[in-house]
T-cell receptor, first 113, second 114 residues
Framework: DAKTTQPPSMDCAEGRAANLPCNHSTISGNEYVYWYRQIHSQGPQYIIH???NNETNEMASLIITEDRKSSTLILPHATLRDTAVYYC??????????????FGQGTELSVKP | GAVVSQHPSRVICKSGTSVKIECRSL??????MFWYRQFPKQSLMLMAT?????????EQGVEKDKFLINHASLTLSTLTVTSAHPEDSSFYICSAQTYTGELFFGEGSRLTVL
């Protein structure tokens, strides 16, 4: 079973920041938080991942709480093309022993003009 | 980023026939590949983990004789849906893992069984 819970849907205005929350209260010390998104009828796309420090890349920022029980994915300036289902997943990572990804239900983000 | 290719992207077959779906890592070697199935409006469900040169590990409830997985090389894994029926119609997605643990997904294969 997935170890994360996310709101089923969210709306965001185009150009505004989209903040997607995720709860992972049973996360283990060796598990990372991963975010993927899936645009309709395509394979999931990697966004970002982190262990305990906040992370930023060209797509998004990931804020992880100090107790690591929750996190927030931030899309700083959402566009219509960011409309997708966003999945937050916890996973053991590192080397070729990286764990499998178990998907929860995700958050369906709708970016509106 | 790394590229994972699936073929075919769409396939329609008659009930009772078998269908093979290929998953290739185009620019890296993948010791482990994963196969998922996704029904409309639902999330991805992990079916099995495929390791190069060994038998696949299936998730609970997935019939190994129904969904044959072969991982014959470090760049290719195949999923064969045997004796397909309409309820097997679904979106099948693979992912491939690099030596450093990164995971990349294919674009998926949509199977329709008539």
């Amino acid at each position: 079973d997935a170890k994360t819970t996310q709101p089923p849907s969210m709306d965001c205005a185009e150009g505004r920041a989209a903040n997607l929350p995720c709860n992972h209260s049973t996360i283990s010390g060796n598990e990372y938080v991963y975010w993927y998104r899936q645009i309709h009828s395509q394979g999931p796309q990697y966004i970002i991942h982190g262990l305990k420090n906040n992370e930023t890349n060209e797509m998004a920022s990931l804020i992880i709480t100090e107790d690591r029980k929750s996190s927030t994915l931030i899309l700083p300036h959402a566009t219509l093309r960011d409309t997708a289902v966003y999945y937050c997943i916890v996973r053991v990572a590192g080397g070729n022993q990286g764990g499998k990804l178990i998907f929860g239900q995700g958050t369906e983000l709708s970016v509106k003009p | 980023g790394a590229v994972v290719s699936q073929h075919p992207s769409r396939v329609i077959c008659k009930s009772g026939t078998s269908v093979k779906i290929e998953c290739r890592s185009l620019d890296f070697q993948a010791t482990t590949m994963f196969w998922y199935r996704q029904f409309p409006k639902q999330s991805l469900m992990l079916m099995a983990t495929s390791n190069e040169g060994s038998k696949a590990t299936y998730e609970q409830g997935v019939e190994k004789d129904k969904f044959l997985i072969n991982h014959a090389s470090l760049t290719l894994s195949t999923l064969t849906v045997t004796s397909a029926h309409p309820e097997d119609s679904s979106f099948y997605i693979c992912s491939a893992q690099t030596y450093t643990g990164e995971l990349f997904f294919g674009e998926g294969s949509r199977l329709t069984v008539l």
